[in-house]
């Protein structure tokens, strides 16, 4: 069975930083590509940042100089290193797998955790 838990999320002030976590079960973690993706409220669910299993990474433009994607393959973990925050990045966090052999493998979804920034 697979599982991605996420962690990490909370209340934090503008300028403020967090480091969310996704913990990964069930899969071959180090093949996976690994991404965040988030959801404020009435929007759609955007893509965040993702990397590779080469360690390639992609950054919404958003989020670009502000946020890292860094992986732990012997922890089967990915975070998502959140700096100078934004009330607009006010959102639910999803951790996301998606196996490199579709539809081998599969793609997975995290439960989400809420991240609020506001003073």
């Known amino acids: 069975q697979v599982q991605l838990v996420e962690s990490g999320g909370g209340l934090v002030q503008p300028g403020g930083s967090l480091r969310l976590s996704c913990a990964a079960s069930g899969i071959i973690f180090s093949i996976y590509v690994m991404g965040w993706y988030r959801q404020a409220p009435g929007k759609q669910r955007e893509l965040v940042a993702t990397i590779t299993n080469d360690g390639s990474t992609n950054y919404a433009d958003s989020v670009k100089g502000r946020f890292t994607i860094p992986r732990d393959n012997a922890k089967n973990t990915v975070y998502l290193q959140m700096n100078s925050l934004k009330p607009e990045d006010t959102a639910v966090y999803y951790c996301?797998?998606?196996?490199?052999?579709?539809?081998?493998?599969?793609?997975?979804w995290g439960q989400g955790t809420q991240v609020t920034v506001s003073s």
């Open positions: 996301n797998a998606v196996s490199p052999v579709l539809p081998i493998g599969g793609k997975y």
